[in-house]
């Protein structure tokens, strides 16, 4: 039985292992050993995992700033997907931002992943017409 519940420090090797296979080419500064950390200095509560048993099969990470919310780091471990893992991860972090008054959520896609995409469609997402840009601080 698979359980979505929220992040717990005993956690970190299974999630740094679960985002290495999900995104191997990611930076250093999106890595588990820098993104972990941060975010647990922020909503720690919207970060969420997916276990079955002990074993970390799943995640997602939401944020909120009183304005929009957004997803980050939605991941499901190759052997568990196409079995409503992320759905469940993902509508519950939906729920929790819904809790802390936000109306609305974003997130972002590489434009490769189509599969993502198709995804993030069926859950009821759509592709919006915005330019997302970024600076490293």
């Not at 090797?13 to 995104?23: T, Y």
């Not at 997602?60 to 304005?67: I, N, Q, W």
């Not at 471990?77 to 079995?83: E, S, V, Y």
């Not at 809790?99 to 590489?110: M, P, S, T």
Request: overall charge positive; some cysteine; aromatic content about 8%.
């Amino acid at each position: 039985m698979i359980e979505v519940v929220t992040y717990r420090a005993h956690q970190f090797d299974g999630v740094r292992e679960l985002w290495e296979e999900a995104f191997p080419d990611d930076p250093p500064w999106n890595r588990a050993e820098a993104a972990i950390p941060a975010k647990l200095a922020i909503q720690p509560d919207l970060f969420l995992v997916a276990v079955q048993g002990e074993r970390v099969v799943g995640s997602v990470m939401a944020g909120y700033d009183g304005h929009r919310g957004w997803l980050y780091a939605a991941a499901v471990l190759k052997g568990h997907q196409r079995k409503g893992v992320a759905s469940r991860l993902v509508a519950e972090a939906e729920r929790r931002l819904r809790a802390l008054g936000c109306e609305k959520v974003n997130l972002q896609v590489r434009a490769a992943n189509q599969q993502v995409v198709g995804f993030y469609c069926g859950l009821g997402y759509q592709v919006e017409e915005r330019i997302s840009m970024g600076r490293r601080l």
